[in-house]
Antibody, heavy 120, light 108 residues
Framework: QVQLQESGPGLVKPSETLSLTCTVS?????????WGWVRQPPGKGLEWIGN???????YYNPSLTSRVTISLDTSKNRFSLRLTSVTAADTAVYYC?????????????WGQGTLVTVSS | EIVLTQSPGTLSLSPGERATLSCRAS???????LAWYQQKPGQAPRLLIY???MRPTGIPDRFRGSGSETDFTLTISRVEPEDFAVYYC?????????FGGGTKVEIK
């Protein structure tokens, strides 16, 4: 059974960098699939942030691409998110997920999510 | 970027009733690339439908996805108490994923 677990600081100061890690169990991230991040501001809908293919190719939401980096750490079976120059608008629950289907077209397995608040 | 518009915003139903949720796309979406998710308060979204009409293992057959091009529908044949939640459609295109704004199915 594939399981994903997000971890990282719950509070980030404005203008700083948000960094989260998603640790995967039950599947080797270097074996296949896309791995991605989605966020949800409090009381609002879902926003896709980006995916990374197991071979290292990355795909980002055009609205966030200038601030986002997703990377893969196969030695620790995890992948990470970095979002720079954060503002209060980046306050959200951040989910990691495994993207399945052709080209990683849907999200079949999700982590439980972690709330990140941007505040001084 | 393809925009997905879901309607209605809120659907008030009694258990046992039929639910019909709509997802309209601003441009044509391949049926291979349309998915639906269910989200309950405090929980992560759960995949309900992929490929417009395919159910993952473990999803009850009262959930049915249909549609093509720009009009897609999620139908819950008889709403159970555990089905009251928010439902999102999602499409993939041009190496990007986008979500609709969601439909809340609430108890009448």
């Amino acid at each position: 059974q594939v399981q994903l677990q997000e971890s990282g600081p719950g509070l980030v100061k404005p203008s700083e960098t948000l960094s989260l890690t998603c640790t995967v169990s039950g599947y080797d991230v270097s074996s296949g699939y896309h791995w991605g991040w989605v966020r949800q501001p409090p009381g609002k809908g879902l926003e896709w942030i980006g995916n990374i293919y197991y071979r290292g190719n990355t795909y980002y939401n055009p609205s966030l691409t200038s601030r986002v980096t997703i990377s893969l750490d196969t030695s620790k079976n995890r992948f990470s998110l970095r979002l720079t120059s954060v503002t209060a608008a980046d306050t959200a629950v951040y989910y990691c997920a495994r993207a399945q289907g052709s080209s990683g077209s849907y999200l079949g397995y999700w982590g439980q999510g972690t709330l990140v608040t941007v505040s001084s | 970027e393809i925009v997905l518009t879901q309607s209605p915003g809120t659907l008030s139903l009694s258990p046992g009733e039929r639910a019909t949720l709509s997802c309209r796309a601003s441009r044509s979406v391949s049926t291979s690339y349309l998915a639906w998710y269910q989200q309950k308060p405090g929980q992560a979204p759960r995949l309900l439908i992929y490929g417009a009409s395919m159910r993952p293992t473990g999803i009850p057959d009262r959930f049915r996805g249909s549609g093509s091009e720009t009009d897609f529908t999620l139908t819950i044949s008889r709403v159970e108490p555990e089905d009251f939640a928010v439902y999102y459609c999602q499409q993939y295109g041009s190496s990007s994923l986008t979500f609709g704004g969601g439909t809340k199915v609430e108890i009448k």
